[in-house]
């Protein structure tokens, strides 16, 4: 597994969003992909057209709450 920093992770999601013709929900599930978005990277990614939501594996509820703190109106959060 690489473990790309929090800026190569919001560069891969928006290029997706862009290039996609469905609706992009994020996944964040550290436990398997060795890599965690934070909170600040979800908000950035949740003002980018054809993201939609995130479902978070974390586990951590602070974690939802930190990320509606600063994300887009209308973005869906799912645990």
């Known amino acids: 597994y690489n473990k ?10 928006t290029h997706v969003a862009r290039n ?15 890599a965690n978005m934070e909170p600040a990277t ?4 949740s003002f980018v057209p054809g993201i939609a939501g995130i479902k978070d594996a974390t586990g951590d509820m602070g974690v939802l709450q930190a990320i509606q703190s600063v994300s887009n109106k209308g973005f869906l959060w799912l645990s």
């Open 4 to 13: 790309p920093p929090q800026r190569g992770l919001e560069q891969h999601f």
């Open 20 to 34: 996609a013709h469905v609706p992009v929900l994020l996944y964040n599930v550290p436990s398997r992909t060795v």
């Open 42 to 45: 979800v908000g950035r990614l």
